[in-house]
């Protein structure tokens, strides 16, 4: 080969990366090893997602996930706040993120119709109640509540039946751990 050719020989190489052989032929590229993804995978509709979390609302630690035992959901059907879920989507295995949720895609806002005045007997005998205490039970229709004493009064007890985080505003700091196709 003539010394320009060789040059221009050499710019493809450095520009496309075709690796050159000491006798001036071309090779093809190695592949990727084994050990290299083709792709990284990011999160999607079904994909089954690992993470560590950390939750605060109000500048007050809410929840976490326990050291070593990633958080497990999968991705688009619904299993957690649709804000979060919205905003974990495109991220990566090694991806942290601090993630802020408005009320009105975390619990909701404070729905005043949910706080509920009840008379006092209509407490189990057992309960001995006390302001800010969680209660659960069936409702008339069979459905089952989780309510706070919100305030109490000497024959009546008032009730809140929203969500402990409706109308905070959620900051979730978050670390990809693992992200795979749900089976």
Do not use: C, W
């Amino acid at each position: 080969m003539k010394p320009a050719n060789l040059n221009v020989l050499a710019s493809l190489v450095l520009l496309f990366g075709f690796p050159l052989v000491s006798d001036s032929r071309l090779v093809e590229a190695e592949e990727p090893s084994a050990q290299e993804p083709a792709e990284r995978l990011a999160i999607a509709e079904n994909m089954a997602v690992q993470m560590e979390y950390a939750l605060t609302a109000d500048g007050q630690a809410v929840d976490a996930s326990p050291a070593g035992e990633p958080f497990r959901y999968t991705h688009g059907r619904g299993q957690i706040i649709p804000g979060l879920e919205r905003q974990l989507a495109g991220l990566h295995v090694g991806d942290a993120r601090e993630i802020t949720v408005s009320p009105e895609e975390g619990y909701g806002p404070v729905d005043p119709e949910a706080v509920v005045e009840i008379p006092r007997e209509q407490l189990p005998a057992t309960v001995t109640p006390e302001a800010g205490m969680s209660l659960s039970g069936v409702d008339p229709e069979g459905r089952p509540f989780r309510a706070r004493i919100k305030e109490l009064r000497d024959t009546t007890v008032t009730l809140d039946l929203n969500h402990p985080l409706a109308g905070k505003t959620l900051l979730f700091k978050v670390n990809i751990v693992d992200i795979a196709p749900s089976p």
